[in-house]
């Protein structure tokens, strides 16, 4: 079994740029995964794991092969393993993964599908948050529209601790994903302040995708314009929004309320 045990190793430099560099995962298709329960997801997601680096004295060579029995095992020492961890408390495994591809044509829908569509989220908390909410709503698929972060993201896979490889997940333009839902039948509900109703009054058991923007500026105009009905969630307070992921929750589980959960 190979080890290293240099900061200096041309493969671990490789891999601090993969963590780094949205252009270098681009580049060589691959990214990195830290942590047990995520890397279980990743290959339960059928994401192919190219390699399993682990640190001896957290994680064992059993507990490490047994993740990935196909990929190479590379032990670590302390400062390679320091030198890559991106967490502060982690369990001494990494992987190095091959992205997929993310085009909207590879979404497998279900008959009536419950979709949530995100236009231009910037934070990966965020990102995170709304990628939890989907998995534990058991969505169809999540896309987001004119993407402002790689997917692939150190901060993306954290915040979503595993639910990027439990979801089907789409990028596109919002002109692409419009023409995507109207070819398949799909209404779609756009959560804004503008011409809209109360989010109660609609009906969700029909193939949906509700969509939400960013807290800053809201959808644009092209989604308030094609939408099959403008959605607002009553505020009672003094502030007109809430927080992108809190507010998609509240309209997913709706949904869900409405299809019998």
């Not at 997601?45 to 590379?74: D, H, M, S, V």
Request: aromatic share 6%.
């Amino acid at each position: 079994m190979k080890q290293i045990t240099s900061i200096q190793n041309p493969l671990i430099k490789s891999l601090v740029l993969l963590q780094e560099k949205a252009k270098n995962r681009k580049q060589t298709g691959t990214f990195l995964i830290e942590g047990v329960r995520e890397i279980s997801l990743a290959v339960k997601g059928k994401y192919e794991i190219e390699t399993i680096l682990f640190y001896p004295e957290i994680c064992n060579e059993t507990t490490a092969r047994k993740l990935a029995p196909n990929a190479e095992l590379i032990e670590i020492n302390k400062d390679v393993f320091q030198k890559l961890s991106y967490r502060d408390t982690t369990e001494g495994v990494l992987a190095v993964a091959k992205s997929k591809s993310l085009q909207l044509s590879d979404l497998k829908l279900s008959a009536t599908p419950l979709i949530l569509v995100a236009e231009a989220p910037e934070k990966p908390g965020n990102i995170g948050a709304l990628l939890r909410t989907a998995d534990a709503a058991n969505l169809d698929a999540v896309i987001i529209a004119n993407p402002k972060s790689d997917l692939y993201n150190p901060n993306i896979v954290r915040s979503s601790v595993g639910c990027l490889f439990t979801n089907q997940i789409a990028t596109a333009t919002t002109s692409e994903i419009i023409s995507f839902l109207k070819e398949k039948n799909i209404n779609f509900y756009c959560a804004t302040l503008q011409n809209s109703t109360s989010y109660h009054t609609q009906d969700f058991t029909k193939p949906t995708a509700l969509v939400v923007g960013t807290e800053a500026t809201g959808l644009t105009q092209e989604w308030r314009d094609a939408a099959t009905q403008n959605i607002i969630i009553p505020m009672q307070g003094e502030i007109d929004s809430m927080n992108v992921s809190v507010a998609a929750a509240i309209l997913i589980f709706e949904a869900k309320r409405q299809r019998g959960f």
